[in-house]
DNA sequence: GTTTTTCTGCTACCAGGGTTACACAGAACG
DNA sequence: CGTTCTGTGTAACCCTGGTAGCAGAAAAAC
């Protein structure tokens, strides 16, 4: 997956986008006319924000569009993003393995394009499709592993290791070689969410490596010069990191 | 559950045992004794240590102990309990949904009597037994959730609060009312990998709650004197928060 | 009972990183 | 095309909470 937003066109093919989807690979066309047949699509206008109490009635598939799922502390105002949702993901995951509301809040990053259901739809139709779960189960493996090592860093790392991290699995997925542009369209503000920081702190390591001369930085995007010493400011790399 | 340790009987009855825990209680016997078929009965003594690595070739179910899932920052030594494993959890249920090896250490807190399988096994008999879902599911929600909710702690609250809530969340467990006189039997050393911080803090925290009045504090275990002042401290209760 | 190990209480120290504040650049929007 | 809003660069401040170290208490091991 990437960090990269897709043009959220109309016209998307919506079967092919969730034949590569992690969580529909498996499927093949006729399940998967027959579970589209009880979706509709929804669009959520960029920075639409949504509670999971709000949004907890249905159950989303993002077509196209990033969706962050954070955690908000009322008393300072300050947001952790837990998840960087991408096309392909779904969501509210937890809300549909136990049927809890998610006290988590829902923000659309870029325009969002989703099909949606109803939460009791979603439940019956993975229990009439145990097939689903061959794709389903390894996907929320996924999504543990994520939290984990979010978990983990958070208590075990420094903001410059964090942030290391966060930036080369982006690497990872866009393209292995090259000059190393990333484009995330992110802002320093939304870096800092997703490694449980400040945008100040975020600006003061980015504006650090710019003057060691390993990235240059600009609007929404990011130039790796030297991979090596970022690998380095992210050492100790867990072996087996969620590449989401 | 509980964080009190049950003694470690070796004529636990399995059965009754699995029926009260959230991932086996809706199976009725016929099932449970076909599944038992497939397990084995292994012991580890307190203090062992196992990486994902190495257990990562059986699924085990707790009959008895608890049983610490941690991440650890080679660098530093430093540790973070992600779960305090109960009799009736089964682990570890991340590599058993997509098959991928653990970075994790997982140390018996306490003599250990547990069922374990092959995880081909494990994986098999879930697929041959859709019925399990029913308890499988809401299962990793609420894993899912303990970890967002830990990951949305460390990033947001304050040592204090974060250690407010972990003693609180076992008042849950225990009894509602009475003296409020908690036995977890962990050092301050365990308290402090589970809210991600360190011993010593954690003893000035209790220390200082202490001389207000608020606490008792003994080996292992934990008197609150009052209640009010201590669900003060955890200010910002999430009102869905795992009761693991 | 004695020794050894593990826990606990406490202190001194200091640095990472969070808070606040402000000026400027670049987008967005009418 | 000017106004408005959002994002960026940077500085001063200082407090939480982490590191290091030690002495005594309590368990555990012998």
Redesign the pocket.
């Given at each position: 997956m990437t960090l990269a937003c897709s043009p959220s066109q109309h016209a998307v093919d919506v079967k092919a986008l969730l034949h590569q989807s992690p969580l529909f690979a498996g499927l093949d066309d006729a399940v998967l006319d027959e579970m589209l047949s009880h979706f509709r699509r929804e669009t959520w206008k960029q920075g639409r924000q949504v509670t999971g109490q709000e949004s907890g009635q249905r159950f989303h598939i993002i077509l196209s569009g990033r969706l962050k799922m954070a955690q908000i502390n009322p008393e300072?105002g300050?947001m952790v993003t837990l998840f960087l949702l991408q096309p392909g993901d779904g969501f509210d995951v937890i809300s549909l393995l136990d049927g809890q509301p998610d006290p988590l809040i829902f923000e659309a990053r870029d325009d969002l394009l989703m099909l949606s259901t109803p939460m009791q739809e979603a439940r019956h139709w993975i229990e009439q499709h145990p097939a689903f779960n061959r794709s389903f189960l390894p996907y929320l493996g996924k999504q543990m592993r994520t939290l984990a090592n979010l978990a983990g860093d958070l208590?075990l790392?420094?903001?410059?290791?964090?942030l290391a991290r966060l930036i080369l699995r982006h690497v990872d997925d866009e393209q292995k070689s090259g000059p190393l542009r990333l484009t995330h369209n992110?802002?320093?503000?939304?870096?800092?969410e997703m490694?449980?920081?400040?945008?100040?702190?975020?600006?003061?390591?980015?504006?650090h490596w710019?003057?060691e001369g390993v990235v240059v930085?600009?609007?929404?995007e990011l130039i790796i010069k030297e991979l090596e010493a970022m690998l380095k400011k992210a050492m100790h790399f867990p072996k087996h990191t969620s590449h989401q």
């Open positions: 300072t300050r208590a790392h420094d903001t410059e290791t964090r992110l802002s320093h503000e939304a870096l800092a490694i449980g920081s400040v945008r100040v702190v975020v600006n003061r390591q980015l504006q710019q003057r930085t600009r609007r929404g």
